[in-house]
């Protein structure tokens, strides 16, 4: 069974603060991701990583960055927390571009 | 520009077939994923379509058609645990990237 797992459920943070989300993947995928979703907008994507050390933007980028250091493992950073940055985020892994892609538990962040 | 449509809601009864349509416009189209997500819950893969027809899984069912960029989801014999948001998601730019709609939010009723 593929896992992906998130290191928090929920985080409430102070605006201005550094933001660390981490996700973890145990099945050897290529390709990682990071969204975020709210109400009415759907899943939007802020960056994607197709190999170690290799990332791309995604639609919503601005705010964000992201480190992939080893295959198993994407962090999303927040630089500097804004409260429009209040959402759920969501990492996925999949094998490739014709597999589907395997969601976290996902990660409600409130930056007040 | 890049779109996903579908309906914001629908409402069934158990026991019921429903259909959920799809009509997106992409640069580029590779396949088009339906997911299930249940509230406070993560997405979960339902069905791929990369050709044209009709992918047949129990109790759920996918169509494609790339010519008119059309995809429905159908649902048969509901079940109260059916009741979830459906999203449709299109694979993109020739790259393994996926552009989600917004989603629809399917209620089964007794």
């Known amino acids: 069974d593929v896992k992906v797992t998130q290191s928090s459920r929920y985080l409430v943070k102070r605006t201005g603060e550094k933001v660390f989300l981490e996700c973890v993947q145990d099945m050897d995928h290529e390709n990682m991701f990071w969204y975020r979703q709210d109400p009415g907008l759907g899943l939007r994507l802020i960056y994607f990583s197709y190999d170690v050390k290799m990332k791309e933007k995604g639609d919503i980028p601005e705010g964000y960055s992201v480190s992939r250091e080893k295959k198993e493992r994407f962090s999303l950073i927040l630089e500097s927390a804004s409260t429009n940055q209040t959402s759920m985020y969501l990492c996925?892994?999949?094998?490739?571009?014709?597999?589907?892609?395997?969601f976290g538990p996902g990660t409600r962040l409130t930056v007040t | 520009g890049q779109n996903i449509d579908q309906p914001t809601e629908m409402t069934a009864t158990e026991g019921a077939i429903v259909q959920i349509n799809c009509t997106y416009q992409t640069s580029g189209f590779n396949g088009l994923f339906w997911y299930q997500q249940h509230a406070g819950e993560a997405p979960t893969f339902l069905s791929y379509n990369v050709l044209d027809g009709l992918e047949e899984k129990g109790r759920f069912s996918s169509f494609l058609s790339r010519s008119k960029g059309y995809s429905y989801l159908l649902l048969k014999e509901l079940q109260m645990k059916d009741s979830a948001s459906y999203l449709c998601a299109v694979g993109r730019d020739n790259t393994d990237k996926l552009i989600f709609g917004t989603g629809t939010r399917l209620q089964v009723f007794p």
């Open positions: 996925a892994s999949s094998l490739s571009i014709d597999y589907e892609q395997y």
